[in-house]
């Protein structure tokens, strides 16, 4: 696999377990930044108060207020930066958040957007509820069957894709999507929670916006909500920032510390959550339940060209289809028989999860027709024999509701 780090001679790792390091005072100093926590900032005169104002109105990143954050904020942001290679980070309370942002700050009335339609189901409830009230105009469409070139209107104002999709995980050519995007002047931005900005770097790829969701493998613990938008350029950043102070955004200075502290540990976490997935990806495949599996990492994946050329390595997510006359309830009770696997929406900790995929949301992407039941994993630090061990008890609970001949033997 291709690596898309920096020109530094310094190494990845090396420079994310020490961006934003606090200096040494008096000759010592802890190893991560102290979590700062306050509403007012105070100022040594008049003079000091109007030029912090001045500067920030500027575009530098001093603070005037407590909800422009102060050292533990600017640490978790220079940390991003390195992290995703761009010009400026914003801090959000929620990965929707981070998504909102970006579409309101680049979008106005009249204007039009194109969207893949296998991105994170809520934006589409920003769209129907916000967006639309607003006089925007999302058109969704598919990577792999579409022509986006011929779909740019003169009235596009952005492109926004995920890679790998939400839920089946379909890898988009995205370097040529961006040449595309830069020839009619769009900005285009991309979903980059599962790359989490260390398996991905979109930007250095040719997109203009990263957004995250810090809740997942950024924060990696599953106790901080958290989202993040990452520019590439002086302008998307005036815009980005025009927003975010407008609509009062901000991170509580606990939530940026506990960003910062998963970040240090990102390229350990992912690596094993990589190699515990690998494992479980592959005793699916051997299932005579499981029709097909979904994970880029697999050699058999069709995406799986694109994500040797472009990415780092996979994640922890795993989903797979049940082959046919596995119904909804089969499915439900393979996963309520699962005991390591909790039930739950979020991913990205260090714990498994297990989750029927919505049929509705499934059917928004135009690139799967199928009819099976799906059901996505996240295979966390556990060990992955108990995990495996488990997958196969609960797949015995699926075999005992059908019928002996419901099933034709896989070839």
Known sequence: MSSTTSASATGAATRLLHAGSPRLLGGSGPVNVPVVRTSTVRFADTAAYADHHHRRAAGERVASYGRHGLDTHRALEDALLDLEGGHRAF???SGLAAISL??????????????ADSVY????????TLLRRLGITLEYFSPSRDDLEARIRPDTKLIYVESPSSLLYEVLDLPAMAAIAKAHGVPL????????????????????????AATKYIGGHSDVMQGV?????????????????????TIGADDAYLALRGIRTLPVRLAQHQRHATEVAQWLQAQPLVERVFYPGLPGDPGHALWQRDFRGANGLVSFAFVDGVDATAADAFVNALRWFAIGASWGGY????????????REHSAWSGKHSVVRLHVGLENPEDLIED?????????????????????
């Open 91 to 93: 801090l959000t309370p």
């Open 102 to 115: 970006v579409l309101v700050a680049l979008l106005s009335p009249g204007d039009h957007a194109l969207v």
């Open 121 to 128: 189901s809520p934006v589409r409830r920003v769209d129907a």
């Open 189 to 212: 931005a991309t979903d980059n929670t599962w790359g989490a900005g260390w398996l991905y770097q979109p930007l250095a790829l040719g997109a203009n916006l990263s957004i995250q």
């Open 229 to 249: 938008v990452v520019t590439d350029s002086t302008a998307l950043s005036e815009k980005i920032a025009a927003a975010y102070e407008a609509l009062g955004l």
């Open 351 to 362: 714990e498994s999860l297990a989750l029927i995929a919505d049929p509705e949301r499934l």
């Open 391 to 411: 997958l196969q008890q609960a797949m015995a609970h699926v075999n005992r509701a059908l019928e002996p001949d419901a099933l034709a033997p896989k070839a």
